[in-house]
Nanobody
Framework: QVRIVESGGGLVQPGGSLRLSCVAS????????MAWYRQAPGKQRELVAR???????NYADSVKGRFTISRDDAKNTVYLQMNSLQPEDTAVYSC??????????????WGQGTQVTVSS
């Protein structure tokens, strides 16, 4: 079992920045694909950004150019740098870890989430 803990959420004004961090337990972090998802009230959960074990990146169109995902395998940590935040970015952001072989997810884990609120 992998324990995932997110931090860094909070209240920020429009145009501001936040950096989310996600720490995963265990010694297999480097082989996981890591991702950030978000869910706003009344909306479905959506993928925000993903970084594979090989470093490939994917972003939702709505955050391209504003958000950056990165990982530090030595620290078992994945980050989400969020710039130029807008009210529509308000959501609970959750960290996700997946062990993937080819296109098949073998097992995965979720964090509890951290609230990001963008408001003046």
């Amino acid at each position: 079992q992998v324990r995932i803990v997110e931090s860094g959420g909070g209240l920020v004004q429009p145009g501001g920045s936040l950096r989310l961090s996600c720490v995963a337990s265990g010694n297999l972090f480097s082989i996981y694909d890591m991702a950030w998802y978000r869910q706003a009230p009344g909306k479905q959960r959506e993928l925000v950004a993903r970084i594979t074990d090989g470093g490939d990146l994917n972003y939702a169109d709505s955050v391209k150019g504003r958000f950056t995902i990165s990982r530090d395998d030595a620290k078992n940590t994945v980050y989400l740098q969020m710039n130029s935040l807008q009210p529509e970015d308000t959501a609970v952001y959750s960290c996700y870890a997946a062990r993937r072989i080819g296109v098949t997810i073998i097992y995965d884990f979720w964090g509890q989430g951290t609230q990001v609120t963008v408001s003046s």
